[in-house]
């Protein structure tokens, strides 16, 4: 245990541990999976700009995912304080830069704002409904591991018994 | 008469932008006070029951991020509000 509070019952998990980046590097996956979707349509009804614009959106959308589970990991190993400060700060930051990167972007001439405001919910709720279909169906094993993963030290002794 | 149509104009705008502000602003709101319950009750299940913190921290982590959505939808609004 590496956690530094002061009560051994409220201290969280090992740092290997982290089904929070589990989850967002599986969403980030299915994101790049359902990308050519987005981005297809939107250079359909808004073109080149549509294409570029959708996929800053989804960029936008992974990186959002992977910085929320960061973060997550990141006050868990410390205590359980530390993970309230890191999702409560951690979802003002997260707006703060996404609203940042939009208007930095807005005016450039690659830009549609139309198919990257849509993107961004669309893109954000689709992965999450896909991904929550897919934890639902596998809850008893926290991290979306298929099967319970044997440690060396289990496997040895497996390998020794007769 | 022209002037007085393109000040009308003009206030319409600081009207919009002022309403997508205000929107963006409340909507972020919501979603604050969410994540906060969502947190707040995840923690205390992971006190009451360390054994089942992962599960706590999976549903935490989905609960977080569904309850996100409806500020991005704040944001989608005042940026096509504003800038389309």
């Given at each position: 245990?590496?956690?530094?509070?002061?009560?051994?019952?409220?201290?969280?998990?090992?740092?290997?541990?982290?089904?929070?980046?589990?989850?967002?590097?599986?969403?980030?996956r299915r994101l790049l999976v359902a990308s050519p979707v987005f981005v297809v349509t939107c250079g359909i009804f808004w073109g080149a700009n549509g294409v570029s614009s959708s996929g800053f959106a989804l960029g936008l959308v992974a990186l959002n995912f992977l910085a929320a589970a960061g973060l997550m990991t990141w006050g868990a190993r410390i205590s359980p304080?530390?993970?309230?400060?890191?999702?409560?700060?951690?979802?003002?930051?997260?707006?703060?830069?996404?609203?940042?990167?939009?208007?930095?972007?807005?005016?450039?001439?690659?830009?549609?704002?139309?198919?990257?405001?849509?993107?961004?919910?669309?893109?954000?709720?689709?992965?999450?409904?896909?991904?929550?279909?897919?934890?639902?169906?596998?809850?008893?094993?926290?991290?979306?591991?298929?099967?319970?993963?044997?440690?060396?030290?289990?496997?040895?002794?497996?390998?020794?018994?007769? | 008469?022209?002037?007085?149509?393109?000040?009308?104009?003009?206030?319409?705008?600081?009207?919009?932008?002022?309403?997508?502000?205000?929107?963006?602003?409340?909507?972020?709101?919501?979603?604050?006070?969410?994540?906060?319950?969502?947190?707040?009750?995840?923690?205390?299940?992971?006190?009451?029951?360390?054994?089942?913190?992962?599960?706590?921290?999976?549903?935490?982590?989905?609960?977080?991020?569904?309850?996100?959505?409806?500020?991005?939808?704040?944001?989608?609004?005042?940026?096509?509000?504003?800038?389309?």
């Amino acid at each position: 245990m590496t956690a530094t509070h002061p009560d051994p019952a409220m201290s969280l998990e090992p740092d290997t541990f982290t089904p929070e980046s589990d989850i967002a590097r599986d969403m980030a996956r299915r994101l790049l999976v359902a990308s050519p979707v987005f981005v297809v349509t939107c250079g359909i009804f808004w073109g080149a700009n549509g294409v570029s614009s959708s996929g800053f959106a989804l960029g936008l959308v992974a990186l959002n995912f992977l910085a929320a589970a960061g973060l997550m990991t990141w006050g868990a190993r410390i205590s359980p304080e530390a993970l309230m400060g890191a999702v409560m700060f951690g979802y003002i930051l997260r707006l703060a830069v996404i609203t940042i990167a939009v208007l930095l972007v807005k005016d450039f001439d690659w830009v549609d704002i139309v198919p990257l405001g849509l993107t961004l919910a669309v893109a954000h709720l689709g992965v999450l409904i896909w991904e929550t279909r897919h934890v639902s169906g596998s809850l008893a094993y926290p991290g979306l591991k298929p099967a319970p993963k044997k440690s060396s030290f289990a496997s040895d002794q497996e390998a020794e018994r007769p | 008469m022209l002037e007085l149509l393109a000040q009308a104009d003009q206030s319409v705008d600081g009207l919009k932008a002022v309403g997508a502000g205000l929107g963006y602003g409340l909507a972020a709101i919501g979603p604050g006070i969410g994540i906060g319950i969502v947190v707040a009750s995840a923690i205390e299940a992971m006190a009451r029951q360390p054994e089942a913190a992962g599960t706590a921290r999976t549903t935490m982590f989905l609960g977080i991020a569904f309850t996100e959505a409806l500020a991005l939808i704040g944001f989608v609004v005042f940026i096509l509000l504003n800038f389309a």
